[in-house]
């Protein structure tokens, strides 16, 4: 069973963020991204200024296999968003969202994306963890909300059901109501 991770860490993990510098700024909108709506650090690399389409509230997510898919943009991620394109981003031809702090800047790599979880867990005062772990705590949580594993999947944009099925190891409370009750054996 994968170790859990509780909404109230991932809350503290997000909150982390000091957003008075332009580093906070980018990694409180990447890990909004990763932990409200369960994107994987390489779709959060390959977000493009593009993709966002700020009248309509939604973003397109470039996923596995070159699949795109439009996704709702909530206010507070929007607004996080904002505030980094406005405030913190570096000016540059880049089209890429979200850019390294240091000169001269240049777009994030999956691994630079999951790296910056890691850091931001230390100054949090969290167990490390790489970014794929708050999409397994999204899915996690939206179990415990009563969400079905069918609507999770369409949430993670996950193409096979079986897929989305491995975040029921969790789920212990309605695992108890599947299992039969062990035969009692008298002499």
Known sequence: ?????????????????DRATPTGLRDFAMLLLLARLGLRAAEVARLELGDLDWRAGEFVVRGKARHEDRMP??????????AYLVQARPRTESRTVFLTVAAPPRPMWPTTVSQMVWRQCARAGLPPMRAHRLRHALATDLLDHGVALPEIGQILRQRDLATTASYAKVDYSALRELALPWPVVTR
């Not at 994968?2 to 997000?14: E, F, G, N, Q």
């Open 1 to 17: 069973v994968p170790p859990r991770l509780a909404a109230a860490s991932v809350r503290i993990l997000v909150d982390s963020c």
């Open 73 to 82: 943009l909530p206010t507070d991620v929007g607004a996080a968003l904002s």
